[in-house]
């Protein structure tokens, strides 16, 4: 019996739309790939961008960045997060989030997560009194009750960052994601919702804020062409104490996004359809179980996690390594070592007096994460769905 093999690729995204790729050939025919490089009233494709995202987030102020990453760096200086701050953190997310905390120097304390993925309240209410700052990463888009989390931080006097790296789209009861928060900060790198290949956005309403993170991303004294920024006279008495970071979008990369923020509601879509495919195949499957959502939250299905019934490591292994022989590549956070983008908490060793999350391993422990770009068709998830289903069956119990 010959055995059916998967044959595309988990990494290969979708051109970039041909709008995206007109606009960028302007910008190289100027030369003017510097976001201060305009003239006069002219506003840079940086600048448009910037109030693009702002409206489209239904806020007041957007600040593109060199990665979200840097984003998050950015928000968390602006808001005067030094030494002696204790940040929250989710402990299952990326690996460029406790970076972030790790460079403004304050302490990162991680905080369990649930059987469902998302950060576990009750552990947070737990640790929420010797914190001021959460810094809730929405990872791989699975987004936690966000009235609760919102009446915590209003209890705990949380000052709440929200990453949103993998929720660019999504909402909570109807109020985007990365909108809750003081900040919120998006990734516009490859893998994420829209592509810029590296890049970062964040947003937020406050004044103090924004007029901080504009200077600290490298705007010298040009701040005054942003058009997505407070009043000339906010950034007066800030404008000489605020370090330069210099981690700066260029019009480059805004004008290729820019064309793709249009699309960005119907790629959405797209991601989805495929997402309920699979979600829908691998729940029908013994011992595989993809977390419940809240009816309340619009996800974007851009990738997909799901729990396996495996109790040792072999049998864990054998799965994985199956379903790659098969063509079916899946991520594992579970791995002692890290691999890849892939890294679990326990990794970050730089972290002072790193927890034991007993919680949390058992679930990584179990946890599969599967890409879905959008160059695979919907049968293309169905036949993913029949392979997974094959190899569970005979290494699964
Ligand atoms: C990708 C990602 C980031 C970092 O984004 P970069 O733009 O690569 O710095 C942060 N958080 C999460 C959850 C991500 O998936």
């Given at each position: 019996?010959?055995?059916?093999?998967?044959?595309?690729?988990?990494?290969?995204?979708?051109?970039?739309c041909e709008d995206g790729i007109e606009k960028a050939l302007v910008i190289l025919r100027t030369g003017k790939l510097h976001r201060y490089?305009?003239?006069?009233?002219?506003?840079?494709?940086?600048?448009?961008?910037?109030?693009?995202?702002?409206?489209?987030?239904?806020?007041?102020?957007?600040?593109?960045?060199?990665?979200?990453?840097?984003?998050?760096?950015?928000?968390?200086?602006?808001?005067?997060?030094?030494?002696?701050?204790?940040?929250?953190?989710?402990?299952?997310?990326?690996?460029?989030?406790?970076?972030?905390?790790?460079?403004?120097?304050?302490?990162?304390?991680?905080?369990?997560?649930?059987?469902?993925?998302?950060?576990?309240?009750?552990?947070?209410?737990?640790?929420?009194?010797?914190?001021?700052?959460?810094?809730?990463?929405?990872?791989?888009?699975?987004?936690?009750?966000?009235?609760?989390?919102?009446?915590?931080?209003?209890?705990?006097?949380?000052?709440?960052?929200?990453?949103?790296?993998?929720?660019?789209?999504?909402?909570?009861?109807?109020?985007?994601?990365?909108?809750?928060?003081?900040?919120?900060?998006?990734?516009?790198?490859?893998?994420?919702?829209?592509?810029?290949?590296?890049?970062?956005?964040?947003?937020?309403?406050?004044?103090?804020?924004?007029?901080?993170?504009?200077?600290?991303?490298?705007?010298?004294?040009?701040?005054?062409?942003?058009?997505?920024?407070?009043?000339?006279?906010?950034?007066e008495p800030i404008k000489n104490i605020t370090p330069n970071y210099s981690c700066r979008m260029d019009n480059l990369r805004a004008a290729?996004?820019?064309?793709?923020?249009?699309?960005?509601?119907?790629?959405?879509?797209?991601?989805?359809?495929?997402?309920?495919?699979?979600?829908?195949?691998?729940?029908?499957?013994?011992?595989?179980?993809?977390?419940?959502?809240?009816?309340?939250?619009?996800?974007?299905?851009?990738?997909?996690?799901?729990?396996?019934?495996?109790?040792?490591?072999?049998?864990?292994?054998?799965?994985?390594?199956?379903?790659?022989?098969?063509?079916?590549?899946?991520?594992?956070?579970?791995?002692?070592?890290?691999?890849?983008?892939?890294?679990?908490?326990?990794?970050?060793?730089?972290?002072?007096?790193?927890?034991?999350?007993?919680?949390?391993?058992?679930?990584?422990?179990?946890?599969?994460?599967?890409?879905?770009?959008?160059?695979?068709?919907?049968?293309?998830?169905?036949?993913?769905?029949?392979?997974?289903?094959?190899?569970?069956?005979?290494?699964?119990?």
């Amino acid at each position: 019996m010959t055995e059916k093999r998967f044959t595309k690729n988990f990494t290969k995204q979708e051109p970039i739309c041909e709008d995206g790729i007109e606009k960028a050939l302007v910008i190289l025919r100027t030369g003017k790939l510097h976001r201060y490089n305009t003239e006069g009233e002219e506003k840079g494709e940086t600048a448009l961008l910037e109030e693009e995202f702002a409206a489209y987030m239904g806020k007041k102020y957007c600040l593109a960045c060199a990665s979200c990453g840097s984003a998050i760096y950015l928000a968390l200086k602006s808001l005067g997060v030094g030494p002696r701050d204790t940040i929250l953190c989710n402990a299952f997310t990326l690996a460029p989030v406790p970076g972030a905390v790790e460079n403004t120097g304050a302490n990162i304390e991680l905080v369990e997560i649930t059987d469902d993925y998302t950060v576990d309240l009750d552990d947070l209410a737990d640790k929420a009194p010797g914190a001021n700052f959460f810094l809730l990463s929405h990872m791989r888009g699975h987004i936690a009750n966000m009235d609760k989390v919102m009446e915590l931080c209003k209890i705990y006097d949380l000052t709440l960052i929200e990453d949103s790296a993998h929720t660019m789209g999504a909402s909570w009861n109807g109020k985007k994601s990365g909108a809750f928060g003081k900040v919120g900060c998006f990734s516009t790198q490859t893998y994420k919702h829209i592509n810029s290949g590296e890049g970062g956005l964040l947003v937020t309403d406050d004044p103090e804020v924004i007029s901080r993170a504009i200077i600290s991303s490298g705007s010298y004294m040009l701040y005054e062409r942003h058009t997505s920024r407070p009043a000339m006279d906010v950034f007066e008495p800030i404008k000489n104490i605020t370090p330069n970071y210099s981690c700066r979008m260029d019009n480059l990369r805004a004008a290729i996004l820019r064309p793709q923020l249009q699309m960005l509601d119907a790629q959405c879509a797209r991601w989805n359809k495929r997402y309920q495919i699979l979600e829908q195949g691998l729940n029908n499957i013994d011992g595989i179980a993809c977390p419940k959502r809240d009816p309340k939250e619009t996800y974007v299905g851009s990738s997909i996690q799901f729990s396996i019934n495996s109790d040792h490591k072999e049998m864990t292994t054998t799965f994985l390594l199956r379903c790659m022989d098969r063509g079916v590549e899946l991520k594992w956070f579970g791995n002692k070592e890290p691999i890849g983008f892939t890294s679990s908490y326990s990794n970050w060793e730089y972290i002072e007096n790193l927890p034991s999350l007993p919680n949390t391993d058992r679930i990584l422990r179990t946890m599969c994460d599967m890409r879905i770009p959008l160059t695979f068709s919907e049968e293309d998830c169905r036949e993913i769905v029949e392979i997974i289903s094959d190899v569970a069956k005979r290494t699964l119990f």
